[in-house]
């Protein structure tokens, strides 16, 4: 009798012991996983950015190609442009993208290499093409569609032109076809992915980009600095870019989204000259 007492002790003890390291084992791998997830904020901006879009947007398609195969589960969250700068403040993110070479200084970020650019300039009426005026010094007067609550740069707002507001870029490209302004002011990647993209609205005439940019801004992704393992993060985003460079999947995506791509891949942060802020007036 006492041996069978003992024995089912040591069955129970074993049992209890199977479950306990089972718990272990079990707890340590939802920490794994808790640690290796990333959250990056952004905003609507398409076509770097949307949720609308195919894989969340190009440079979300980036971020996410870029840290493919590795340990790291890139996690991210649209929220309105203010917000996002106050959840990377209280900690609650580990980066942020896109981002204009002011906003790395604002979000107090480290920045990948330059990834894409924002070109911004005019689209105008294709019959009127050859004689319309692109120089920004020379536009004074001119009817210009501009969208509501954005922030131009001085060199824009100080030329003298005529802003006929709209609500957003697709509205400022239907004012434009229907002759109610001269011009319509955007960034060339937002105009041709609107104007490529199957739409369930028309123009009524054709419009096209008239070159050149009279501001021109390189785009980066931010890693947050004292984040777990940031530096570690911000090595393996930059390695996968340039693996997507090499292997071509980085030209693919500039294809698919109409994106233009910096000369140089610098992490120049001087943000003289012209600077455009999107201001998003969003309630938190």
């Not at 707890?27 to 905003?43: I, M, P």
Request: charged share 25%; with cysteine; glycine share 8%.
């Amino acid at each position: 009798m006492p041996i069978l007492l003992f024995c089912d002790r040591v069955k129970v003890f074993t049992r209890r012991w199977r479950r306990g390291a089972l718990a272990v084992i079990l707890g340590c791998s939802v920490a794994w996983t808790h640690a290796k997830e990333v959250t990056f904020v952004t905003l609507e901006y398409p076509p770097f950015a949307s949720e609308s879009m195919a894989g969340g947007g190009g440079v979300i398609r980036l971020l996410r190609g870029a840290l493919e195969g590795s340990d790291w589960q890139p996690k991210v969250v649209f929220l309105p442009w203010a917000r996002a700068r106050i959840e990377v403040a209280a900690g609650h993110a580990d980066g942020v993208l896109p981002l204009w070479p002011q906003e790395v200084i604002d979000f107090g970020v480290t920045p990948t290499q330059a990834v894409f650019e924002s070109k911004l300039g005019f689209y105008v009426r294709r019959s009127e093409y050859p004689q319309r005026e692109v120089a920004i010094d020379r536009m004074q007067g001119q009817s210009v569609c501009t969208v509501r609550a954005y922030g131009y740069p001085p060199i824009f707002v100080d030329s003298g032109v005529k802003r006929d507001e709209a609500g957003d870029d697709e509205a400022s490209l239907k004012k434009l076809a229907a002759r109610r302004c001269d011009y319509a002011v955007m960034e060339r990647s937002v105009g041709e992915y609107l104007l490529s993209r199957k739409k369930p609205w028309r123009l009524d005439a054709p419009v096209q980009w008239k070159g050149p940019a009279f501001a021109t801004l390189p785009l980066y992704i931010g890693v947050v600095p004292g984040r777990p393992d940031s530096a570690r993060l911000l090595s393996d985003i930059e390695a996968g870019i340039s693996r997507m460079k090499k292997d071509r999947r980085f030209k693919v995506q500039v294809d698919e989204f109409f994106l233009d791509v910096p000369d140089g891949a610098t992490n120049n942060l001087d943000a003289s000259g012209a600077l455009v802020r999107r201001v998003l007036l969003l309630v938190l």
